[in-house]
């Protein structure tokens, strides 16, 4: 019975749009490429870099993994983290941020040390002070991180904690939106979420004041790699 | 919610007496539409940009029963369920029984124009399952219980004493404050519980993309983000003109829409699901339920004309500009949308003998149409409302309602074509209304008359008409040249 309303309304709807006058589709105007898709490998990083930074977003270089680790120790202690959860991504995975923690006498949790979502939601909440992801993309074109959410990327690691850290290695830096959307959505199965990220979370729904941090981070910082 | 689209003249008055007592609320609209002119200026063609935002809206609506199903059976194969309703009712109602289903205590919603016409908040607190909205803006007017004042910026009218005395009583704030960021920080104390504890969520969608069967939200604050993270049930709302034909044309909307509604160049956050998590990820919904409402869409759709109405991509940038709504707000449109773009699409959703003063409270100037990337021309619409109205006998008018205009007010533009069109009626015509016109002309100025015409004269005057025409001007100079 419930399966018979469910396919009546469905094929009433698409009836009733298919019996109705058709129209031409019109021609598609021709629109000149962004000027990003010319850009080199190191201008594509400046140009990442400058646009991530027009939305508070700050960014440091490093040359390599061991620099990067050198670069996030000195965030995490001015920072006074104590505690942080870390996505098992591919980029982070090779800094191996649990010795990094131990190292430094910092708690690092990853989704995996939760026996469930629940307990990963408390956690990811309430119990630490930052999150730190790797990504899969960039995007110069607007200084944008792209990150697809996976069983190694958790959805609330770069939402829930107040404080993001994005490894962002060189390389999977793209020129625009298109060179991301291309692969993300190459072959099935596609993945269950795909984000683009540019900047804190914001909001100016009071008289129009516009602040960082509403839900989602205060502050989102991006350590360059290469 | 309810419907005030009738007393859209009290309205509109009280909406201008409140802008003059508060200057500040009318340069918001000027301050977003700087923005926007600054967003587009980082296309290296905003012109064409634009243009090509018309032709993919344009283009959607004219494959949409084929786009439709191409995105349903695209996302069902991502894993997602797809649910049908002809009415605002069936919707809710479904996501209602859904909600009870899964034992949901509350919902938490992200912001969404789409489940303010269907009435879903009200709908849920009926049946004791309470709704919690995660935007700010949405989160402050729904405790005020007010209407949207601008559909980007719902709350953005109200005063920031008005939201502390609120936040104190009823969001748990510890210290009265009026900054902003300190009643956006109280905010994000309260909604963050909500959104821990989350087990059902609902948000509506910017776009769903046919050939993916993706469905992808624009946002800049996170909530949209959290609903569809934290809940183990997630259901998006979606009108079902919403529909893209592929990804890159997506991308090319996320752009314009973001670039016309806030000058960004593109939201904070952009989330695009294709079906539920999957197994061993820890977060995001177990089930994601996509909605497609029609709610009376399938029967404007039969009408070419009006069809275009469906185009909007929600960006506002037509309520920024528009000299109306800079003037009267939003709230005397009286429903959900305002702007241009509600007052081209209320019309057709709630008939247009229930709005008979939205279409016609427009000066036609075309900003509107000047600045939509959907390629909406408005004013063209609202004339055609206007002809639809007054002739309320033939089919097209039938189908939106269409009320006759009082016989006198026929009676006269039957008897003003007549003399227009004719030249000797015209000028025997401007021979025998002269006297009567000037009749309460002072220096040159007609201030008020009597009769049928009174009311133009409420808050306007009218020149008084020359001694001579032109014409009768120009045979007696003509020999002097």
């Known amino acids: ?226 | 919610m309810r419907v005030s689209t009738e007393q859209f003249t009290e309205l509109a008055g009280q909406g201008v007496e409140k802008a003059r007592a508060r200057p500040s609320l009318k340069m918001v609209p000027h301050f977003l539409y700087q923005k926007r002119e600054a967003g587009l200026a980082t296309l290296p063609d905003a012109a064409a940009a634009q243009a090509c935002g018309a032709a993919i809206r344009s283009e959607a609506l004219s494959r949409l029963p084929d786009l439709l199903e191409e995105f349903e059976k695209n996302a069902i194969a991502n894993g997602a369920k797809v649910f049908w309703a002809r009415t605002a009712e069936e919707a809710s109602e479904y996501i209602v029984k859904l909600a009870k289903e899964r034992g949901a205590k509350y919902v938490i919603k992200g912001k969404s124009m789409v489940t303010e016409e269907i009435g879903l908040n009200g709908c849920l607190s009926e049946h004791g399952i309470e709704p919690w909205e995660g935007d700010l803006g949405e989160f402050i007017i729904q405790m005020l219980r007010c209407p949207p004042f601008h559909i980007i910026a719902p709350a953005i009218n109200i005063a920031v004493e008005t939201i502390r005395d609120l936040f104190m009583a009823r969001a748990d704030m510890k210290e009265p404050t009026v900054d902003p960021v300190e009643l956006g920080w109280a905010a994000r104390l309260f909604l963050r519980e909500k959104f821990h504890r989350a087990e059902f969520g609902v948000t509506g969608l910017n776009m769903a993309v046919a050939e993916t069967g993706t469905i992808i939200n624009l946002e800049n604050e996170g909530n949209i983000r959290f609903a569809k993270s934290s809940p183990r049930t997630q259901v998006s709302v979606m009108t079902l003109e919403k529909v893209l034909p592929t990804m890159k044309d997506a991308l090319h909307v996320m752009r314009l829409l973001s670039r016309n509604c806030s000058g960004q160049k593109i939201s904070a956050y952009v989330s695009m699901d294709s079906g539920p998590k999957k197994d061993g990820e820890i977060d995001g919904p177990e089930e994601l339920v996509i909605v497609i409402v029609d709610n009376g869409r399938s029967r404007i759709y039969q009408d070419p004309r009006a069809r275009e109405a469906l185009r909007c991509i929600r960006c506002a940038a037509c309520l920024n500009i528009c000299p109306v709504y800079r003037q009267i707000g939003g709230y005397a449109y009286g429903w959900v949308y305002s702007g241009p773009m509600g007052q081209v699409l209320m019309p057709l959703l709630l008939g247009l003998d229930k709005t008979q003063e939205l279409y016609r409270a427009c000066t036609l100037c075309g900003a509107c149409k000047s600045v939509c990337p959907a390629g909406i021309d408005h004013p063209s619409l609202m004339l055609y409302y206007r002809s639809l109205d007054v002739s309320a006998d033939i089919p097209a008018a039938h189908r939106f309602g269409g009320k006759k205009r009082p016989w006198k007010e026929a009676l006269f533009f039957k008897a003003w074509s007549t003399a227009v069109e004719r030249f000797w009626m015209w000028n025997s015509g401007i021979s025998m209304v002269r006297p009567l016109m000037n009749r309460g002309s002072h220096r040159g100025v007609i201030r008020r008359m009597k009769g049928a015409f009174s009311g133009w004269f409420r808050k306007r005057d009218f020149p008084a008409m020359a001694k001579e025409t032109f014409h009768e001007r120009w045979e007696k100079i003509r020999n002097i040249w």
Do not use: C
């Not at chain 1, 390599?64 to 942080?84: M, P, Q």
């Not at chain 1, 982070?92 to 941020?97: D, I, K």
């Not at chain 1, 040390?113 to 074109?141: H, L, W």
């Open chain 1, 1 to 226: 019975m419930k399966g018979r309303i469910l396919l009546s309304a469905r094929n009433e709807i698409l009836e009733r749009l298919k019996a109705a006058p058709k129209k031409e589709i019109p021609v598609r105007p021709f629109m000149p490429p962004l000027k990003e898709v010319a850009l080199g490998r190191d201008e594509l990083a400046d140009r990442f870099a400058e646009m991530f930074t027009a939305e508070t977003g700050i960014v440091y270089r490093a040359k390599n993994n061991d620099h990067a680790l050198e670069t996030l120790t000195g965030i995490v202690k001015r920072e006074g983290l104590k505690s942080v959860m870390v996505s098992t991504d591919e980029v982070l995975a090779p800094l191996n941020l649990p010795a990094w923690g131990i190292k430094i006498d910092v708690k690092v949790m990853s989704p995996g040390d939760f026996k469930g979502r629940d307990d990963f939601k408390d956690a990811v909440f309430d119990g630490v002070g930052a999150g730190i992801t790797g990504v899969d993309f960039a995007v110069a074109e607007s200084g944008t991180l792209g990150l697809i959410h996976d069983r190694d990327q958790a959805r609330l690691i770069s939402l829930a904690p107040i404080l993001h850290i994005a490894i962002v290695p060189v390389e999977r830096i793209v020129p625009v939106y298109e060179s991301v959307v291309a692969s993300v959505f190459e072959k099935e199965p596609f993945p269950s979420q795909f984000v683009f990220i540019t900047g804190p979370s914001m909001t100016g729904d009071i008289r129009g004041h516009l602040f960082k941090g509403m839900h989602g981070p205060r502050r989102v910082i991006v350590i360059l790699v290469g």
